[in-house]
């Protein structure tokens, strides 16, 4: 298995120094959450280009583990890092779209702000840089939708794309991602105690198995149905009409 992941790990880097060649681009820059995913990208984003690869660590109301997590992460790997903090700037936009206050602390709208927030600060230092924005989605969020649109999926490149989380945590124990990370319950930091298993009502391993094998239990296997068909819009580009 290890001498397997070893490839994976080759080939995935190897595809982010073609993309970023093709593009004219210099380097990559990775939003840094203190998650597995983007811990797994950002080091293989650090065996491609080195000194032209930046962590952005972007707090917004987040846990204050999480931005520990995403400093640990990056000092581990040797990366360089930069930490924004999105508090204020979120706050105030919020007001101005809705002076009367939000009262539902898990209000969709609002906490996809956040990483929309996110995408606009990552695409103003890979402008600044020449670099691409590298995503940090999985195949097992890509095909339930869970990303937010124009925000952690208003990317350049996906070098999880196509691999289940399963192979994701492989490749997070092959790089050294810090164990601390690696334990972590997965979650996108939407609200406080907020996870991904709970949002999506499925278990990766529940996911993962369906993708890998095709086989689940008849309501899993809705579940998942379900969650593609919603969330085809966020898989595309906008459909354009005919002249």
């Not at 998650?35 to 660590?57: E, K, M, P, T």
């Not at 707090?59 to 992460?73: F, G, I, K, N, R």
């Not at 949002?199 to 086989?215: F, I, P, V």
């Given at each position: 298995?290890?001498?397997?992941?070893?490839?994976?790990?080759?080939?995935?880097?190897?595809?982010?120094?073609?993309?970023?060649?093709?593009?004219?681009?210099?380097?990559?820059?990775v939003?840094?959450?203190?998650?597995?995913?983007?811990?797994?990208?950002?080091?293989?984003?650090?065996?491609?280009?080195?000194?032209?690869?930046?962590?952005?660590?972007?707090?917004?109301?987040s846990?204050?583990?999480?931005?520990?997590?995403?400093?640990?992460?990056?000092?581990?790997?040797?990366?360089?890092?930069?930490?924004?903090?999105?508090?204020?700037?979120?706050?105030?936009?919020?007001?101005?779209?809705?002076?009367?206050?939000?009262?539902?602390?898990?209000?969709?709208?609002?906490?996809?702000?956040?990483?929309?927030?996110?995408?606009?600060?990552?695409?103003?230092?890979?402008?600044?840089?020449?670099?691409?924005?590298?995503?940090?989605?999985?195949?097992?969020?890509?095909?339930?939708?869970?990303?937010?649109?124009?925000?952690?999926?208003?990317?350049?490149?996906?070098?999880?794309?196509?691999?289940?989380?399963r192979?994701?945590?492989e490749?997070?124990?092959?790089?050294?991602?810090?164990?601390?990370?690696?334990?972590?319950?997965?979650?996108?930091?939407?609200?406080?105690?907020?996870?991904d298993?709970?949002?999506?009502?499925l278990?990766?391993?529940?996911?993962?198995?369906?993708?890998l094998?095709?086989?689940?239990?008849?309501?899993?296997?809705?579940?998942?149905?379900?969650?593609?068909?919603?969330?085809?819009?966020?898989?595309?580009?906008?459909?354009?009409?005919?002249?």
């Amino acid at each position: 298995m290890t001498s397997e992941v070893a490839d994976l790990a080759a080939r995935l880097v190897e595809w982010l120094r073609e993309q970023v060649g093709a593009a004219g681009a210099r380097g990559t820059v990775v939003g840094l959450s203190g998650g597995v995913d983007s811990a797994v990208v950002v080091g293989l984003c650090q065996r491609a280009f080195g000194d032209n690869n930046l962590a952005l660590i972007l707090p917004c109301h987040s846990d204050p583990q999480d931005t520990e997590d995403a400093v640990l992460v990056a000092q581990a790997f040797g990366v360089p890092y930069h930490t924004v903090v999105l508090d204020g700037v979120y706050d105030m936009l919020l007001e101005l779209l809705d002076p009367g206050g939000i009262e539902n602390p898990r209000d969709l709208a609002a906490a996809n702000l956040k990483p929309r927030l996110r995408m606009l600060a990552l695409y103003y230092f890979a402008n600044r840089r020449n670099y691409l924005v590298v995503g940090t989605s999985n195949l097992s969020e890509r095909t339930v939708g869970y990303f937010t649109k124009y925000g952690d999926g208003g990317v350049d490149l996906l070098p999880l794309g196509n691999l289940v989380k399963r192979q994701v945590l492989e490749l997070a124990a092959y790089l050294g991602v810090p164990e601390r990370v690696l334990r972590k319950p997965p979650s996108a930091g939407l609200w406080a105690g907020q996870t991904d298993e709970g949002e999506m009502g499925l278990t990766y391993a529940e996911l993962d198995a369906y993708l890998l094998s095709g086989k689940a239990r008849p309501e899993v296997r809705e579940r998942i149905a379900r969650l593609s068909r919603a969330s085809e819009h966020k898989r595309r580009m906008p459909p354009v009409a005919p002249a």
